[in-house]
């Protein structure tokens, strides 16, 4: 949506600078060197910032990376470098394809199902009346601002074995079965329970943004759709979708952004167990840099996850080159 | 026109590679400087742990040091124990460390082995080296060297409801069987109430677990050289087990097959007064008798029997070790501080606070209540988890001790399978 709205934005300035600039032709070619120059000066300060905010931590991470820094190099400041040894360590480890794969799955569903939710609570907010919405709206808000752990701890005790409200609902309902049922038993089921977690507490900004997106497309375009006879569908289909479409593709890359890198949820639930059944990269690099101090190992677990997450996304990338390409 | 949009392009995906590159980088770790103030005058930074010395004790302590030192001030700082190692590890990487450090017993090996920590093999004479608790000094040794000085040591004991137990006619339990057979019928006595509870046993309290494999005669792990690999496959673990998963199913407790100890607090839910036993250290009594004042007449501990009759169970030590960290400017003055803290004086105060001394064999101020005594019973025979550098990461990260309770005691896996998998994993871990 933003990424609509600033080429739109930059379409008028584009049309009237060479208007302003046509009057004062002869100086242009006398001020060129400075003008040409200004805008890059006056961008420098803000560039020279975000090099060294980003720029030197991910500097840092490489060369990191690339030594062995355990607990003794640490305090001693000793430097020590050992080459592609942590690289050989963790991709030699046949646990790390599993690790990375669960991550991987994980991202996908949790970021699929996020975004769909939050684009059909969007849908439906455009359809009810004001007063369901505001209470949609308030409730989807209070999630969100429910802090990180506070939101964990309150999904720990609905899950609870013995004193978890779902399984007592369920003993309830009938499903005796349910009775002491542990759903932190095996990795898969932890992971849905967390990723349930993450839907939750994702959904609000998304329906938010995608509602503000949805509100934003023209009435007499529906207008036009209900007269050409156009069923529900085809309505979504051919006018909802096209506008929605940068929007939803911004969102669920950030989204998975966001979810390739959750950490908190699944250490404050399991820790990764059972048995590091639910341990994604983020889990990893925690136990080989905080449990174990190995920072070096630890940091060659981000390059490969910076890059891992490059390759997600390229797709998202491509499609962005393309886009301004062609505006 | 084409050339304009590759730069656009380009523009494109370098915002997109520092939005990945910023995502992952926040999660990278990052160690920033905390010292205390810098060497002027002198100034000794002591760090304790939260509740491990009665403040009366320090509050003497640091006076009594100031007193004897002129120009020397202590700059005393209580530490919590969530996320100390980090802030450890931050601390020593520093230019200025602490001068004095409280560090686990679980957790010394590994501080010890990365050199961060000074060799005080010289001074253990000097620091009432002939009186320290063996199971302390084995976890401060690290290749035939003293990093540390112990401080003080807590163990396990079964804390019981004493008018519970009198009113179904039940004696503390001498032998393993006895105890059994306590729970039993403590259990019945008590049928009446279907929320009582006449153990409480959560379903990942690995440290009792630690208690059975030993009395067992097995361990969680050997050294095999300077390596360490994991024992739990034996027959002597798989019985230590056993036993766990008995108490478990006589009692019939309804604690969580999947937590520790700590979530929620056992002693919360003994406080409520629905539970007739817990396998609790001296703290959570304490911790409980705040919340239920009434439970103070009523409450009382016996050591972990054995299953040889007469005899106590051995008990982990939970514990801490006094170290000085080899960045420290003041070394000298800390050796004096650790050298007045080992005097009898203040040793005395540690067991009157209930604690085991770490450098003093004299108990009799701790045997003077029925849990002192439980303690003091128990305390000689204490040991502790492997002493190796890596064990601090099983605690600090993935137990497979824990994943094993779990999952034998919720018919997940067999005896067998329970075992053999941690083992496997514990194996990995310790091998760094």
Redesign the interface.
Known sequence: MTAVHTTDAGVPTNKSAPRRAAPGGAPRRRGSSFDRLLPYLLLAPAFAA?LWL?GW??L??LV?SFRKL???E????EVVWVGLDNYTEILGNPDFWIITARTVIFTVAVVGLSVLSGLLIALLMRQVSPVVRIVLQVTMLLAWAMPLIAATTVYQWIF????GILNKTLVKLGFDGFAGY?W???GTSTLAVIGLLVVWQAVPFLAFSLYAGAIGIPRDQYEAAAIDGASPWQTFRSVTWPELRPLVMMLT?LSM??D??V?TQIWAF???????AS?TL?VL?Y?E?????H?GV??AV?VV??VL??VL?FQ??RR???????L | MGKGAHVKGWRGLAVGAAAVAVAVAGCGTSTNDSGGNSGEAKTLTVWLMDGSAPETLTNALNKEFQDSHSGVTVNYEVQKWTGIQEKLTTALASNNPPDVIELGNTQTAKFAADETLLDLSGDVSNLNGDQWLGGLKDSLTWNGKQYGMPFYAANRTVVYRTDLFQAAGIEPPKSRDEWVAAIEKLKTANAADPEFQSLYLPGQSWYALLSFIWDEGGDVAKAQGSAWAGALNTPEAKAGLDFYKKLVDTSGTKAPKDVDEATPQQFEVFAKGKVGMMIALPWELGSAVKADPTLKDKTAAFPIPSKTAGKTAPVFLGGSNLAIPGGSKNQDLAKEYLKLLSSAKYQDQLAEAGAVPGTSKDTAKLATSPLGKALAASAPTGKVTPTTPTWAAVEAGQNPLKDMLTAYLTGAKSLDQATSDANTALSKTLGG
């Open positions: 975000i980003i931590p991910v840092s991470l990191t355990n607990l003794k640490l305090t001693r400041g609870d074995q013995q004193y542990s932190f038993s095996t890359f952004l966001w390739f890198k950490f399991r820790k990764g167990g059972p048995d590091g341990t983020p690099q136990l840099g905080i449990s174990k101090s920072f630890a940091a981000s996850m910076m997450l490059g996304t998202y990338l962005l080159i393309k886009q301004e390409g062609t």
